[in-house]
């Protein structure tokens, strides 16, 4: 039997119980609701751009998805809070009805890099460095017999990959848009290459100088040719000599960060998605709290950065153009390694998207928020007269639970260099 000390213990914890259930959903306080399928900048835009049909555009099926409520929350959702800490950038560029996230973010990067190292303010061509990513995946796709992955998506260092092999141009001499089109559409062309590479795989047919030249001429006709040689500002280049002379960028002075648990910290790695099909061992990775000190203190100090991970999330809201995480999901107290990992190995957490990171601010609580420029149409909906078209605004909890990686000068880890010799 019980003695009469523990069974006054034992009551004491009944009567206590309902008053820290009550505690317990007190400290929930954030708010969810359903909110039912419109259509957006996408359909409304780009999809009328690329000649869809209206016909295509009903049949999107209508449904309703779970969201946090982010009405009534103090939000820091303005550029102009940003405006003391926001770093040398162009405007917002649209990627259009393709799957080139990775090149517009890690482009616009090397832009504000130009700009911080050099003071100069140029455009460079994203599509130059599809044109010939697209090439490199033909022959990876030759080369593995049909294993590799021939698709739209790849990583931000594919960026640099190219830019080492092909070079890089201005936007002005090469855009990859013709007959007058303002948005990009890839999915005919994607369609096409795809199906003649099936077919190559059918026929056991691998030569790679007629495959490679077919893959060019598809391009060619949906994107134009890219040039060889070029004037900008009365000099004379090709690709190469523009990012050797012109642009001076050493592109062995970018790294890529990681952090997730499922290989060694404080090593290079390969980053395990589909879109790192030429499987880079490149990443630094790094525990959860350092990845984080490397990305405030990057941001703090100057530096932008090439950013990407996932949303597709109940905490970001492309009403309010923020990514926040909610307390249903998880308290910001519990982000950690093993939360981190555990969405990535179940997928919740997905490689879903590349951005580019121009600004910061610190709020009253001293808590980071982010600003990030983005070339989606789901931070385009807020309509191309608002100032926060094509920008989404970050909350530290949702880098650190949600973003995968960055590409940043090799500078902002010289702090870290050691532990990886």
């Excluded at 830019?163 to 994607?190: E, N």
């Excluded at 369609?191 to 077919?199: A, P, V």
């Excluded at 007269?385 to 989404?392: H, I, L, Q, T």
Aim: with cysteine.
């Amino acid at each position: 039997m019980l003695n009469m000390k523990k069974l006054l213990v034992i009551l004491a914890v009944i009567m206590l119980l309902p008053s820290a259930m009550v505690n317990a959903q007190d400290k929930s306080k954030d708010k969810a609701k359903f909110k039912e399928y419109e259509p957006g900048y996408y359909q409304n835009f780009i999809l009328k751009d690329v000649h869809a049909v209206k016909q295509e555009q009903n049949k999107v099926e209508k449904h309703k998805y779970f969201q946090m409520d982010q009405s009534g929350l103090d939000l820091p959702n303005k550029v102009s809070d940003y405006k003391d800490h926001t770093y040398g950038h162009f405007p917002p560029t649209s990627q259009g009805n393709t799957g080139t996230c990775w090149c517009f973010s890690t482009t616009s990067f090397y832009e504000s890099e130009e700009h911080r190292l050099f003071d100069k303010d140029v455009r460079l061509s994203e599509m130059f460095t599809v044109y010939w990513e697209y090439v490199e995946k033909a022959k990876g796709y030759l080369n593995t017999r049909g294993k590799s992955l021939f698709d739209e998506g790849s990583e931000s260092n594919a960026v640099a990959k190219i830019y080492k092999k092909y070079g890089a141009v201005p936007r002005s001499v090469y855009d990859g848009l013709i007959g007058g089109r303002k948005f990009y559409d890839h999915s005919g062309m994607m369609k096409e290459m795809k199906s003649y590479l099936e077919n190559v795989k059918a026929t056991n047919a691998w030569n790679e100088e007629e495959t490679v030249a077919t893959i060019k001429s598809i391009m060619n006709h949906y994107m134009g040719e890219p040039p060889t040689e070029f004037d900008y500002e009365g000099q004379h280049y090709s690709p190469k000599s523009f990012l050797k002379d012109y642009l001076q960028l050493n592109m062995d002075d970018y790294v890529e960060v990681l952090s997730y648990v499922q290989q060694p910290f404080w090593q290079q790695v390969a980053y395990e998605v589909p879109d790192n099909w030429w499987h880079s061992k490149a990443y630094y990775n790094v525990p959860l709290d350092v990845y984080m000190e490397i990305v405030n203190n990057a941001i703090e100090n100057g530096y932008t950065m090439s950013i990407g991970g996932d949303v597709s999330e109940a905490g970001f809201s492309r009403v309010t153009n923020t990514a926040l995480v909610p307390d249903f999901d998880i308290p910001s107290a519990y982000i950690d390694d093993n939360a981190r990992q555990f969405r990535f190995s179940n997928k919740t957490t997905t490689d879903d998207h590349g951005m580019h990171m121009v600004g910061y601010l610190k709020d009253k609580d001293g808590k980071m928020w982010y600003l990030i420029k983005d070339s989606s149409s789901g931070s385009r909906n807020i309509g191309e007269d608002s100032p926060e078209f094509g920008y989404y605004f970050f909350s530290e909890e949702y880098v650190k639970l949600k973003m995968m990686g960055v590409t940043v000068h090799k500078d902002a880890l010289k702090k870290y260099m050691k532990k990886f010799e």
